[in-house]
């Protein structure tokens, strides 16, 4: 059976995307962020898993206003980056589990979640980055994805506690996958930030901090806020933390937290980091 | 249905904006590809004509104010892949749209960690 060995949360900002390009990885302004990520590489050393479950939100690329799914799962051969408009560099494309992703589909359907399916879907920088961070180098994926995209561009979005509870439902179809795989889920995204409006820089590092102190124990302390106080709380596009939410709600029952780093800013974004694992039983 | 009380300086993209905005988010989803890009430089005037923007979605282009094309339906997302044809970032955009220099918008992102 499947095995879900842990939850990886981290911010997607484009302009690391830029900074991997040129190398700053030392760059004083980029090490205090790219450093958190050292020991994480070693998590997954250790850990070895085979499939990610990439919780993510399309910024524009294979989604526009025409057709707006809330909830969107991947199930094609590999997912191809492409030209997002403002110039970073693509990734080489990421192979897919297209059994596992319908595996997904089929479970998460059954539990009431009307989910869009996807065989063709563009992944931009918010499955990309977390990609070349998690895995950097050569290109040679080590893993297989299935791509979960949640709408934050067009409000209504769906509530923080219905992506808790899609990423509960994610966990679940996990466990009960046949193969022997090892899965990690990733939620990628925020932390506070806003790009738009008189409001724009605006971050909450004081939020921020509790919500990653509470995220393992106690997910319902953000899960249960409305949409409207998240952004007031972290930004319009701090709301991102949803999939942070959902991630965290594929380890289901009670995580401890084994890695985490936050650092303000990057670009304009409070950037966070987080690997969690179930707590022993 | 009462709807909460709105987020100082905040805009939400909700499907009023969605609706006043189609036809500029539109024209700024092409830019995903360079020749669009491209056939934007070299033409914008029927760029924008092609993609049926109104007077005032129009203008907000000319003038390159962000908050004049987010009150014109823009969404971020969107529109910054029309600021990157000019060679601006979220930064540049942030300090136009708080009245900042680009380094004092910066100064301020980095005293938030403080």
Request: aromatic share 8%; net charge negative.
């Amino acid at each position: 059976m499947a095995k879900i060995v842990g939850a990886i949360t981290t911010s997607h900002v484009p302009a690391i995307g830029k900074a991997i390009a040129r190398n700053l990885q030392d760059d004083p302004y980029w090490k205090p962020f790219f450093d958190g990520f050292s020991q994480v590489h070693r998590w997954l050393e250790r850990v070895r898993p085979d499939v990610a479950v990439i919780l993510y939100n399309d910024h524009g690329l294979n989604f526009f206003l025409d057709k707006m799914p809330t909830f969107a799962v991947g199930a094609a051969p590999e997912y191809r980056n492409a030209d997002e408009g403002w110039g970073i560099p693509t990734i080489p494309p990421v192979p897919g589990d297209q059994k596992l992703s319908w595996h997904l589909i089929e479970r998460l359907v059954g539990e009431e979640f009307d989910i869009t399916t996807c065989q063709e879907m563009l992944v931009d920088h918010a499955m990309t980055i977390p990609m070349a961070l998690l895995w950097p180098g050569t290109g040679a994926w080590p893993v297989r994805t299935v791509p979960v995209c949640i709408n934050t561009v067009q409000h209504p979005l769906p509530s923080a506690l219905r992506c808790y509870k899609l990423g509960q439902a994610v966990g679940r179809a996990i466990e009960a996958y046949e193969e022997d795989l090892r899965v990690v889920v990733i939620g990628t995204g925020g932390l506070s930030h806003q790009l738009d409006g008189e409001r724009a820089g605006f971050i909450n590092k004081t939020f921020d901090l509790e919500f990653m102190e509470k995220l393992p124990v106690d997910p319902l302390w953000a899960a249960r806020r409305s949409n409207h106080e998240l952004v007031e709380l972290t930004g319009t596009q701090g709301i991102e933390l949803v999939m942070w939410l959902a991630a965290r709600g594929a380890l289901g029952g009670e995580a401890v937290t084994v890695h985490s780093n936050y650092h303000i800013p990057i670009s304009n974004t409070a950037a966070g980091l987080m690997v969690m694992e179930r707590r022993a039983a | 249905m009462s709807r909460p009380q709105s987020i100082p300086g905040t805009h939400l993209f909700d499907g009023a904006a969605a609706m006043k905005g189609y036809a500029l988010n539109k024209m700024c989803y092409s830019f995903n590809s360079a020749a669009n890009r491209e056939a934007f430089k070299q033409d914008e005037d029927g760029y924008c004509e092609r993609y049926g923007l109104n007077a005032q979605q129009r203008e907000a282009v000319r003038h390159r104010n962000v908050l004049e094309l987010i009150a014109a339906g823009g969404n971020v997302y969107y529109l910054a892949k029309l600021a990157g044809i000019f060679g601006l970032d979220v930064q540049d955009l942030g300090a136009q749209q708080t009245g900042l220099s680009k380094d004092e918008f910066k100064a301020k992102l980095v005293a938030a960690g403080r």
